[in-house]
Each structure stands twice: as structure tokens, then as C-alpha cells.
């Protein structure tokens, strides 16, 4: 599938060694004991708010979709790594899954067409690796997919804070590390901003905090949207 053409350069891309000890450093390491969030808790997030026609964007190795995705579903994979992507289709294969190769924060109309629809977006982990203020880059990462959901669409995912609330000691340290390698971009990422930009686009929604991560998830596009196809 073709690539959106300019790729933003700082943000964090799985590939090689990242990718094969991804699952147990974000399951037995990150989520547990750094950012203190519950692996059940994503993975509930997940089956309650999943679909079976599924955009998954940010994909990683595919990690939260082995339990939660019903056989027969629809599955398409978003991820600026090739090499992330080809992982994920292989741990997934028996969705046999349709993979897009882009940077999410570029305009997505030379990969998807116009009538495309789908019907949940998951968007685990992201937000808090892309430069910028987090109401800014989460609407623009939102806007560049909306187009292209339908209008009862489940939005779901979770982002790691950097401001405005209690990080763990190891957060902290963890947090301070992804400054200096420039691979983290959270320091003013709060609550706040995160539902601001739920609440513009969607009827309903819902943020949940565990330890330093947010958990999110929005239902149904308001009016202006939703798009027309004349
Ligand atoms: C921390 S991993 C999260 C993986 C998975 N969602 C999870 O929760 O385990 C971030 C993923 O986002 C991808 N990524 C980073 N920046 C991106 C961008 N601008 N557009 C699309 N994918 C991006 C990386 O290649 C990587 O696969």
C-alpha cells in the first residue's frame, strides 16, 4: 500500500529488537510497574469497545488484539513501521488482515478511499510519542481518520500523561529518559486535553485514569463529522 509521502521524522517506530521483546517489556515491565495501569484494564477496554470491521492504528506487535477481535472480523493494520506491521499481520494472520503503511499524522487520502467506514479505530499508545500539545496532535490524528469511519464509529485507546497528575518514581525516570532520546513527547500532555478533544468530536465518551495513563473511548460522530458522500 502506498505510503503518505512525508513521514514525520522524531516520532517512535517499532522495528528489530523492539519489536520481539515489546509484549513482555510493555505487559510484565511498563504497564504493571512503571505507568501502573492494569493490563486487564486495556484488555477489557478492548473487548468492550471492539468491532468486527476494525481499524487498529499504531499497531505494535498487535498485542491487545490476539483475545478481543472475533474470528471473521474485519482487521486493518495502521503503523509507520513496515517492519511492525509485518509482525503484527503474521501474529494475526487468521484475520488475515489488510495492512497501511503511513504516518498517521499526515492526511490518509492516498491510502484510504472515500467510502471507506470504519466501524472502531483502536489508538493504544501513541499520542504520547508524537511532538506537540496533546489536545493539538490527538485532534490531528483524529481528524486525519475520521473521514473515514462510520458515524456510529468506537474510538478507543490510551495515551501515558505527563502533566497534571501523580507519576510513580519509575514513570518518572522512564519519562525523563524518553526527553533526553527525544522519543518521548508528553510533558504537557494532560487530562484535560484529552477530553476536550473527546468531547468536540464525539456524543459520548469516557477517559479513565490508571496510575499515569489514560484510558479513553469515544461513541458515535457528532454532526459536523460525519461525512457526506454525494
Ligand atoms: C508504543 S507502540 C504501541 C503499540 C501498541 N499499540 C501497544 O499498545 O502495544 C507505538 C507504535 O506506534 C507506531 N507509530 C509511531 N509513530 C507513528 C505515526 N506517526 N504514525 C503511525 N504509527 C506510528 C510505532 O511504529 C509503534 O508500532
Redesign the pocket.
Known sequence: MMKNKEQ?PP?????GKTLKY?DRF?TKILNPLVWQCPNDS?EKLYKERISTNHL??????G??LKYSLESGSRLAL????QE?LDHASAALDRHRPETFN????KPLGDIFDAEESFDSL?L???FH??PGNLELKAAKVLDNLLPYVSPNVSVFG?TILGAEIRRPMLAMAAMSYGYRKKIFWNKNDSLGDIMEVLSARFRVFNVEVQGCAVLFWGKGLKEGYIKSLS
Open positions: 514525520s516520532s517512535l517506530r517499532y522495528q515489546a510493555t486495556i487498529e492504528v499504531a499497531v505494535g506487535t498485542f491487545w495502521l503503523d509507520a513501521s511492525a503511513a504516518d498517521v499524522t483502536g493504544t499508545y501513541l510519542l508524537i490510551a
